[in-house]
């Protein structure tokens, strides 16, 4: 068994802490009597994974096996999720292509050929054919690929959508045509954090603006306490709502959700997923040899050694049936491989942001992303409450580079040229700005025809931190270029150091600091 | 009296043109400009009255012609040595405080019958610049019979002077002419009702500029090109929906105009662009943000410039200068003078609050380099005050 979760309470013996900061890392000291909250260790991962996921096909919840909706002559859809999971992206096979070469074998043994594969990119940028090869593999790739039978979700292709109806709160549930007109939708996840499928997976994968509007909002976010706990998600019960519309009125699923274990970063930054004092000389050397050349070389080039990352993450459950049935189990799969038992908050959280988040991957973190990985994903990250208190003052390390791609995030860009200049506040954002940019007809050709997040998509990400922002008494980044910084209304600070002495201005002297030591990914269960 | 005065002096000139390159406003320091003991400018004829300048702004030509960078287009229609200083607000002899309109038209030059411009009240494009009993120049402060703004004492013509209403201060004043640049160039940019304006450049004209445009023409939407965020506030606060540094305009428009980039231009765009830059750069952006059949108005001072005008061709788009002022026709209909709608631009818009230094002629070379670097500085405005130099020698 692994090793769960650890709280460390820093004493003077304790060696300095890892804070990831974007394309690079740093050893800090942290105050005496300080908290680290490390994540659990990897769990098992499953000894034969293509058994397991033939096992969750024939033996589903809930659902007759799989071999029972296969006929000859069906139309046979399988949606999965996109390039924004895993992260780092995982090493091939990609869960995704063992489950879709699965139950190819099983359509193409029933005789189904009328089959598709869609990308559930929802707003997100299109996968490119490399992104999309990498996800299925070379061989579903040439199989279908070339024939225009697997591709990316458009959720703004005037007849590429299908109305399904409303839910009993008026909420507008809208999808994908194709698989709204299948004989069998089929749909194929990885579950990387708590928020992740259920009937998330096709009622926002496969969805558009009119439907996301419904839950991708300030009221939700600002109501989801947190969005990673189902019970206390605003975000997840609209899903939820839509997800049994859908079951209701909506093709058959057949959900399939695999979970990864925490086995997050290979060779040779895998001290990354260490515990510092059981550091050996070689991870020791790794470490002073990974930061010597990253602070030797350009930021683009460090990009693209980080983006080149594939994670060994490793298949650690699987399964498959109908759509609650089987998110009951992932989600406990999920906790047992991320939860870590937290007593208490902490006046004072800091985080070292890692270069990554699920909108940048083989791209740029620009400041909303920064925002959105420390104040919407990991703030999140807890269930009970927050791992800072009210009024508390999150710390967030990293170099926040006004920078923006050009190709994957130009709405963004003038989100933060035009929006957050005038407010930073996402209610007002939300009234004033979101319908705008959410029918602007460049950011939907880009969105179709390019590789650009939707429009409306930089508002989701400063709503993603709402609840955070209206929690926290302040909000300060280390290291963060400090215009980039300010114009989110955050202070910048050069060092660790000052911005504790900046967070006592909000919390008082002596503040409890706990620090978040993620990644691998952890949520912190607080009583 | 004392002066500023600029003298014709090659060597100067080139001199001012490096420092002016190495440090803003450096021109000032080893140019042409000099501090000067000189005799007070005699009365033309008896139309013409003593004015002492209170104060006097420094504009963005006269830094020009500072820094030695001015086109030679203008060397005919000036005569050496001359005071600079056509943002003025003076005494007359008798008291009253004065607004100097600065053009030196027919009526100042005593040629009659005027010129068709001058006769048309448009004293802006008057065609005599160089002629009549007075020496050439085409405004007070380019010309060596009547002295300028920068001096403790000067001559103008009645038609020059407006009486400033008691009730105006003379911060207020002395952005009167400025301010009537501004009037002049939004109505000449013909901005159609519920239009989409785009401003090029947040110094004293083109936050002028979106005062006026919001006070006497319909737009649509405003946006404003500042370099800095003192700059964005201001034209915020005079008018603009949108303010944003100056590499954000082009997507701020595209946003407004919800039309598409194609390559470096945008395949739509704003309505009318107004720039108030003047360079190369500024008119390129101009031309690749205004839509096909629209209007690019020249309100800074140009100069020599090298640009690829195939969008300007290709899209078939006006592009005219606003220079000066003389007389407006409103939307509505009304004629007034350019510098009626100034005086009720200065005191609606609080542009006396865009003054933001005052210096003695003494510290000509500080108040330059402040001028030259007013964004920079958190300024907009600077001005000399001459009174206060005349309090001094008292």
Same mark, same amino acid.
């Given at each position: 068994?692994?090793?769960?979760?650890?709280?460390?309470?820093?004493? =003077?013996?304790?060696?300095?802490?890892? $804070?990831?900061?974007?394309?690079?890392?740093?050893?800090?000291?942290?105050?005496?009597?300080?908290?680290?909250?490390?994540?659990?260790?990897?769990?098992?991962?499953?000894?034969?994974?293509?058994?397991?996921?033939?096992?969750?096909?024939?033996?589903?919840? !809930?659902?007759?096996?799989?071999?029972?909706?296969?006929?000859?002559?069906?139309?046979?859809?399988? #949606?999965?999720?996109?390039?924004?999971?895993?992260?780092?992206?995982?090493?091939?096979?990609? @869960?995704?292509? =063992?489950?879709?070469?699965?139950?190819?074998?099983?359509?193409? #043994?029933?005789?189904?050929?009328?089959?598709?594969?869609?990308?559930?990119?929802?707003?997100?940028?299109?996968?490119?054919?490399?992104?999309?090869?990498?996800?299925?593999?070379?061989?579903?790739?040439?199989?279908?690929?070339?024939?225009?039978?697997?591709? @990316?979700?458009?959720?703004?292709?005037?007849?590429?959508?299908?109305?399904?109806?409303?839910?009993?709160?008026?909420?507008?549930?809208?999808?994908?045509?194709?698989?709204?007109?299948? %004989?069998?939708?089929?749909?194929? @996840?990885?579950?990387?954090?708590?928020?992740?499928?259920?009937?998330?997976?096709?009622?926002?994968?496969?969805?558009?603006?009119?439907?996301?509007?419904?839950?991708?909002?300030?009221?939700?976010?600002?109501?989801?306490?947190?969005?990673?706990?189902?019970?206390?998600?605003?975000?997840?019960?609209?899903?939820?709502?839509?997800?049994?519309?859908?079951?209701?009125?909506?093709?058959?699923? $057949?959900?399939?959700?695999?979970?990864?274990?925490?086995?997050?970063?290979?060779?040779?930054?895998?001290?990354?997923?260490?515990?510092?004092?059981?550091?050996?000389?070689?991870?020791?050397?790794?470490?002073?040899?990974?930061?010597?050349?990253?602070?030797?070389?350009?930021?683009?080039?460090?990009?693209?050694?980080?983006?080149?990352?594939?994670?060994?993450?490793?298949?650690?459950?699987?399964? &498959?049936?109908?759509?609650?049935?089987?998110?009951?189990?992932?989600?406990?799969?999920?906790?047992?491989?991320?939860?870590?038992?937290?007593?208490?908050?902490?006046?004072?959280?800091?985080?070292?942001?890692?270069?990554?988040?699920?909108?940048?991957?083989?791209?740029?973190?620009?400041?909303?992303?920064?925002?959105?990985?420390?104040?919407?994903?990991?703030?999140?990250?807890?269930?009970?409450?927050?791992?800072?208190?009210?009024?508390?003052?999150?710390?967030?390390?990293?170099?926040?580079?006004?920078?923006?791609?050009?190709?994957?995030?130009?709405?963004?860009?003038?989100?933060?040229?035009?929006?957050?200049?005038?407010?930073?506040?996402?209610?007002?954002?939300?009234? *004033?700005?979101?319908?705008?940019?959410?029918?602007?007809?460049?950011?939907?050709?880009?969105?179709? *025809?390019?590789?650009?997040?939707? !429009?409306?998509?930089?508002?989701?990400?400063?709503?993603?931190?709402?609840?955070?922002?209206?929690?926290?008494?302040?909000?300060?980044?280390?290291?963060?270029?400090?215009?980039?910084?300010?114009?989110?209304?955050?202070?910048?600070?050069?060092?660790?150091?000052?911005?504790?002495?900046?967070?006592? %201005?909000?919390?008082?002297?002596?503040?409890?600091?706990?620090?978040?030591?993620?990644?691998?990914?952890?949520?912190?269960?607080?009583? | 009296?004392?002066?500023?005065?600029?003298?014709?002096?090659?060597?100067?000139?080139?001199?001012?043109?490096?420092?002016?390159?190495?440090?803003?406003?450096?021109?000032?320091?080893? +140019?042409?400009?000099?501090?000067?003991?000189? /005799?007070?400018?005699?009365?033309?004829?008896?139309?013409?009255?003593?004015?002492?300048?209170?104060?006097?702004?420094?504009?963005?030509?006269?830094?020009?012609?500072?820094?030695?960078?001015?086109?030679?287009?203008?060397?005919?229609?000036?005569?050496?040595?001359?005071?600079?200083?056509?943002?003025?607000?003076?005494?007359?002899?008798?008291?009253?405080?004065?607004?100097?309109?600065?053009?030196?038209?027919?009526?100042?030059? %005593?040629?009659?019958?005027?010129?068709?411009?001058?006769?048309?009240?448009?004293?802006?494009?008057?065609?005599?610049?160089?002629?009549?009993?007075?020496?050439?120049?085409?405004?007070?402060?380019?010309?060596?019979?009547?002295?300028?703004?920068?001096?403790?004492?000067?001559? #103008?013509?009645?038609?020059?002077?407006? /009486?400033?209403?008691?009730?105006?201060?003379?911060?207020?004043?002395?952005?009167?002419?400025?301010?009537?640049?501004?009037?002049?160039?939004?109505?000449?940019?013909?901005?159609?009702?519920?239009?989409?304006?785009?401003?090029?450049?947040?110094?004293?004209?083109?936050?002028?500029?979106? /005062?006026?445009?919001?006070?006497?023409?319909?737009? !649509?939407?405003?946006?404003?090109?500042?370099?800095?965020?003192?700059?964005?506030?201001?034209?915020?606060?005079?008018?603009?929906?949108?303010?944003?540094?100056?590499?954000?305009?082009?997507?701020?428009?595209?946003?407004?105009?919800?039309?598409?980039?194609?390559?470096?231009?945008?395949? +739509?765009?704003?309505?009318?662009?107004?720039?108030?830059?003047?360079?190369?750069?500024?008119?390129?952006?101009?031309?690749?943000?205004?839509?096909?059949?629209?209007?690019?108005?020249?309100? !800074?001072?140009?100069?020599?410039?090298?640009?690829?005008?195939?969008?300007?061709?290709?899209?078939?788009?006006?592009?005219?200068?606003?220079?000066?002022?003389?007389?407006?026709?409103?939307?509505?209909?009304?004629?007034?003078?350019?510098?009626?709608?100034?005086?009720?631009?200065?005191?609606?818009?609080?542009?006396?609050?865009?003054?933001?230094?005052?210096?003695?002629?003494?510290?000509?070379?500080?108040?330059?380099?402040?001028? &030259?670097?007013?964004?920079?500085?958190?300024?907009? *405005?600077?001005?000399?005050?001459?009174?206060?130099?005349?309090?001094?020698? =008292?």
């Amino acid at each position: 068994m692994s090793r769960p979760g650890y709280v460390l309470e820093v004493d =003077r013996s304790t060696p300095p802490v890892l $804070f990831h900061h974007g394309e690079g890392f740093s050893l800090e000291r942290l105050p005496v009597g300080s908290r680290v909250v490390y994540p659990p260790e990897p769990v098992k991962a499953l000894p034969d994974p293509d058994a397991a996921i033939r096992r969750a096909l024939l033996e589903p919840l !809930g659902m007759d096996p799989l071999p029972a909706y296969l006929r000859p002559g069906m139309r046979l859809t399988i #949606a999965f999720d996109d390039i924004s999971l895993p992260l780092p992206p995982m090493k091939s096979p990609d @869960n995704r292509q =063992r489950v879709i070469e699965a139950v190819l074998d099983l359509a193409a #043994a029933a005789g189904v050929d009328d089959v598709e594969l869609i990308a559930a990119t929802a707003l997100h940028r299109r996968m490119t054919d490399a992104e999309l090869k990498h996800a299925v593999g070379q061989r579903v790739f040439d199989a279908f690929a070339p024939h225009g039978l697997l591709y @990316n979700h458009d959720a703004e292709d005037p007849d590429g959508m299908a109305l399904i109806g409303h839910t009993e709160e008026g909420e507008r549930v809208e999808i994908n045509r194709r698989a709204a007109t299948s %004989d069998l939708l089929v749909y194929v @996840n990885i579950n990387l954090v708590a928020m992740d499928g259920g009937h998330k997976s096709v009622a926002t994968g496969l969805a558009g603006y009119p439907s996301l509007k419904h839950h991708h909002n300030v009221r939700t976010m600002q109501h989801s306490r947190s969005f990673m706990d189902q019970h206390k998600s605003a975000l997840h019960s609209s899903n939820w709502r839509m997800g049994r519309l859908l079951a209701r009125e909506g093709p058959p699923i $057949f959900q399939i959700e695999t979970t990864l274990n925490n086995d997050t970063f290979p060779k040779p930054f895998d001290f990354l997923q260490r515990r510092e004092w059981e550091w050996s000389a070689r991870d020791r050397a790794a470490y002073l040899a990974a930061a010597a050349g990253l602070e030797r070389i350009p930021r683009k080039a460090a990009r693209q050694i980080f983006q080149r990352i594939l994670s060994p993450h490793a298949m650690a459950s699987v399964q &498959a049936g109908e759509v609650e049935a089987v998110h009951a189990v992932t989600t406990e799969n999920v906790y047992r491989s991320q939860l870590v038992p937290v007593e208490g908050q902490t006046d004072v959280l800091t985080m070292g942001l890692p270069y990554i988040c699920p909108y940048n991957v083989n791209s740029i973190m620009n400041p909303i992303l920064v925002m959105c990985l420390g104040l919407g994903y990991f703030f999140n990250l807890y269930r009970g409450k927050p791992l800072v208190r009210r009024g508390g003052v999150v710390i967030l390390h990293h170099p926040t580079p006004w920078e923006f791609h050009p190709v994957h995030h130009p709405s963004y860009l003038d989100f933060f040229e035009q929006v957050l200049t005038e407010t930073t506040d996402p209610t007002e954002i939300e009234a *004033k700005f979101e319908e705008s940019f959410a029918t602007d007809p460049w950011y939907i050709h880009l969105y179709r *025809k390019s590789y650009a997040y939707h !429009g409306v998509h930089p508002f989701y990400m400063w709503y993603w931190g709402a609840h955070a922002l209206d929690h926290l008494g302040g909000v300060i980044v280390v290291g963060g270029d400090p215009k980039a910084v300010r114009r989110m209304g955050f202070k910048p600070a050069s060092t660790l150091r000052d911005a504790l002495e900046m967070a006592e %201005d909000v919390v008082g002297r002596d503040p409890s600091i706990t620090h978040m030591h993620a990644p691998p990914l952890l949520m912190a269960d607080v009583t | 009296m004392k002066a500023l005065r600029f003298s014709r002096s090659l060597p100067r000139f080139a001199a001012a043109r490096v420092a002016g390159a190495v440090q803003p406003g450096g021109g000032a320091r080893v +140019g042409p400009l000099a501090l000067v003991e000189a /005799a007070e400018p005699v009365e033309p004829g008896p139309a013409w009255q003593r004015v002492r300048p209170i104060l006097a702004g420094i504009c963005g030509s006269d830094l020009a012609t500072v820094a030695g960078k001015s086109s030679r287009y203008f060397e005919p229609i000036v005569s050496f040595p001359f005071v600079p200083g056509h943002e003025i607000v003076g005494t007359t002899e008798d008291g009253a405080r004065v607004v100097v309109e600065p053009v030196l038209g027919c009526a100042a030059r %005593d040629i009659t019958p005027p010129c068709p411009a001058c006769a048309g009240g448009s004293t802006g494009r008057c065609e005599h610049l160089a002629v009549g009993h007075l020496k050439p120049g085409l405004q007070t402060g380019y010309c060596a019979d009547t002295g300028g703004g920068w001096s403790t004492a000067m001559v #103008a013509h009645a038609s020059q002077l407006h /009486a400033v209403p008691e009730a105006l201060s003379d911060e207020a004043a002395v952005m009167v002419e400025p301010a009537a640049c501004a009037v002049h160039a939004a109505l000449r940019a013909r901005v159609p009702g519920g239009g989409l304006v785009a401003v090029l450049g947040a110094g004293t004209l083109g936050l002028c500029t979106v /005062a006026a445009l919001r006070r006497f023409t319909l737009p !649509g939407t405003v946006i404003a090109g500042a370099k800095h965020v003192d700059q964005q506030r201001a034209a915020r606060r005079l008018g603009a929906d949108v303010a944003v540094e100056p590499g954000e305009v082009r997507r701020a428009v595209r946003r407004a105009a919800r039309c598409l980039t194609v390559g470096e231009r945008l395949s +739509g765009g704003a309505d009318v662009v107004l720039d108030c830059v003047g360079n190369a750069a500024s008119i390129h952006e101009a031309l690749a943000i205004t839509k096909p059949g629209g209007r690019v108005v020249l309100v !800074g001072m140009p100069g020599p410039e090298r640009l690829d005008l195939a969008p300007l061709w290709q899209r078939e788009i006006d592009l005219v200068g606003a220079y000066a002022y003389g007389t407006e026709e409103l939307p509505d209909g009304r004629r007034l003078r350019t510098f009626d709608l100034a005086f009720e631009l200065a005191a609606a818009a609080d542009l006396g609050g865009l003054v933001s230094a005052r210096y003695p002629l003494e510290r000509y070379r500080e108040a330059i380099e402040h001028a &030259a670097a007013a964004g920079s500085r958190g300024a907009v *405005k600077i001005v000399f005050e001459p009174s206060a130099q005349k309090e001094k020698r =008292r």
